[in-house]
């Protein structure tokens, strides 16, 4: 198990920070959105508001210096052979197959001229990033324990949270230590109930039989309100009011502070250019020979590659993630592959006419825009 993350900085670190804080408009939490002078000024979270919206806390300097990453081997340089005649048919075969309106005679007619492959270079950054926000939340008051002010609360960066493996995704709340105390109810006002919204408080609603006038049609009086023209208030009984939502009936609530860690992995790519003439986006849910992988708290960018394009991606993808990812997360980990993604470009005589497909990726897959065999077909 990996070992909680806690950093030496002081409770009051977080107090000044430009982008966190800012005013969040009371409609964007609803019309039951507590007042800000509900919540007491807590040191070190002094930006925080209800519901959140407060954005990211930027995370402490690093109390020692953090190791510096290790330059890896060139990776070798090596090339995927054409795939044969026999698999780049069966694929195909397995492509047309799985099309409703495709006949089936270009594949068992057709005569495969040339095969042509097209080794593509896929460039993957991984940064592995925890990231910390701070929101007011409540909760009906039963007597739960109140520790606001007994001691300072720990810095949102002081308190201990346990990562998940590296690279995967998860989420934790917690809740601030020191930071719970009890309030009134603000939206009922420490009654415990609020009026109706179906009778507007009054415990009753005009009759729907007669329409309010207590009587029928034949001049008799209405039976369903005995004459009375109302009829009790089906939502509330009749009481004219209904319990409050928000503390339960309880009257008063418990505030304190939750602190919102998130374990993410950012992750970007770059595809080598390449001429078989196959779109970049087809190769998105493929898989390539993995050639080279790189997995350390910060990479060093490739080096000495065969496609000196990839070399200048892993550079500036390397330098975008630094800049982007780590004023708002900690960075934890970083990985970085390359795959090599074989293409087969499949010439094929078929009626006297040249046609091409594709079979990309180890999954085999086929691309065949211009298939000469296609018919109309409707649902029945």
């Not at 694929?91 to 495709?102: D, G, L, N, W």
């Not at 209405?222 to 509330?236: I, M, P, Q, V, W």
Request: some cysteine.
């Amino acid at each position: 198990m990996e070992r909680p993350i806690v950093s030496d900085y002081g409770a009051n670190y977080g107090t000044v920070n430009p982008g966190y804080g800012l005013p969040v408009p009371a409609s964007t939490h609803g019309p039951s959105a507590p007042p800000a002078n509900m919540f007491d000024t807590v040191p070190g979270y002094e930006g925080t508001v209800a519901g959140g919206g407060g954005g990211y806390l930027p995370p402490p300097m690093p109390s020692v210096p953090m190791p510096v990453p290790e330059q890896t081997p060139s990776p070798p340089s090596w090339n995927i052979p054409s795939i044969s005649e026999e698999r780049a048919r069966e694929a195909f075969a397995t492509y047309v197959s799985s099309k409703c309106c495709y006949s089936s005679a270009p594949v068992k007619e057709g005569v495969i001229t040339n095969l042509e492959s097209f080794n593509t270079y896929r460039y993957r950054l991984e940064t592995f990033t925890e990231s910390r926000s701070t929101e007011w939340s409540q909760e009906p008051y039963t007597g739960q324990p109140v520790d606001a002010g007994v001691q300072p609360a720990l810095g949102p960066w002081q308190i201990a949270a346990q990562p998940p493996a590296f690279f995967q995704e998860h989420k934790q709340t917690i809740r601030v230590p020191y930071t719970s105390s009890v309030k009134n109810c603000h939206l009922c006002l420490g009654m415990g109930r609020n009026p109706c919204t179906t009778c507007a408080g009054a415990g009753n609603k005009v009759c729907w039989v007669c329409n309010g006038s207590g009587y029928r049609q034949t001049d008799d009086r209405c039976s369903h309100c005995n004459g009375r023209g109302r009829e009790n208030c089906s939502s509330c009984s009749g009481s004219g009011s209904s319990q409050c939502d928000t503390c339960r009936g309880k009257r008063q609530l418990l505030v304190f502070i939750n602190l919102i860690v998130k374990w993410s992995t950012e992750k970007d790519d770059f595809v080598a250019q390449h001429l078989s003439g196959l779109q970049v986006e087809k190769l998105e849910n493929v898989s390539g020979k993995e050639l080279f992988k790189d997995a350390q708290y910060m990479v060093y960018p490739v080096m000495g590659f065969p496609d000196v394009s990839v070399a200048q991606a892993s550079e500036r993808l390397i330098r975008e993630h630094q800049g982007k990812y780590a004023q708002t997360s900690r960075i934890l980990q970083q990985r970085q592959t390359v795959e090599l993604i074989p293409i087969t470009k499949v010439s094929y005589m078929w009626k006297g006419k040249s046609h091409v497909y594709y079979v990309y990726g180890n999954e085999f897959k086929v691309n065949a825009d211009d298939y000469p065999a296609t018919c109309c077909c409707s649902v029945m």
